[in-house]
Nanobody, 123 residues
Framework: QVQLVESGGGLVQAGGSLRLSCAAS????????MGWYRQAPGKQRELVAA???????NYADSVKGRFTISGDNAKNTASLQMNSLKPEDTAVYYC?????????????????WGQGTQVTVSS
C-alpha cells in the first residue's frame, strides 16, 4: 500500500506562480521516478513533468522553461515549481510515482497516483 499526497494548488492570476508538492509513503523500497500530470475539463490527462531517481527530467513542450520539477530521494518527495502561469494551465494536477515495493516473494514494481489538486489561473 502506497499513498501519494499532493498540496499547493490554488487560484492565481496569469503571470503568477505556484509550487506543488507530493509526498509518497507506505510500502516503498525505492522510487524509480516521480511525475506530475494534469487534466483540464474535457481533455485527456497529460504528462507535465517527470524526474528519475538519478535526477533526469523531462517536460511537456507547453511548460518547458516555465515549470521546474525537483525531487528528494531521501524524503520520497517531488515538487513542481510553476512560474509564468497561463489560463491554459488550469487543470487538476496529479502526482504519479513509479515505485518498487517489497511483497511476500520479493520486490515488485507498480505505479501510484495522488488524489489531485486543483490549479486555476485567471486572466
Amino acid at each position: 500500500q502506497v499513498q501519494l499526497v499532493e498540496s499547493g494548488g490554488g487560484l492565481v492570476q496569469a503571470g503568477g506562480s505556484l509550487r506543488l508538492s507530493c509526498a509518497a509513503s507506505g510500502n516503498i523500497f525505492s522510487i524509480a521516478a516521480m511525475g506530475w500530470y494534469r487534466q483540464a475539463p474535457g481533455k485527456q490527462r497529460e504528462l507535465v513533468a517527470a524526474i528519475t531517481s538519478a535526477g533526469s527530467t523531462n517536460y511537456a513542450d507547453s511548460v518547458k522553461g516555465r515549470f521546474t520539477i525537483s525531487g528528494d530521494n531521501a524524503k520520497n518527495t517531488a515538487s513542481l515549481q510553476m512560474n509564468s502561469l497561463k489560463p491554459e494551465d488550469t487543470a487538476v494536477y496529479y502526482c504519479n510515482a513509479d515505485i518498487i515495493s517489497i511483497g511476500t516473494y520479493g520486490k515488485y514494481r507498480h505505479t501510484s497516483w495522488g488524489q489531485g489538486t486543483q490549479v486555476t489561473v485567471s486572466s
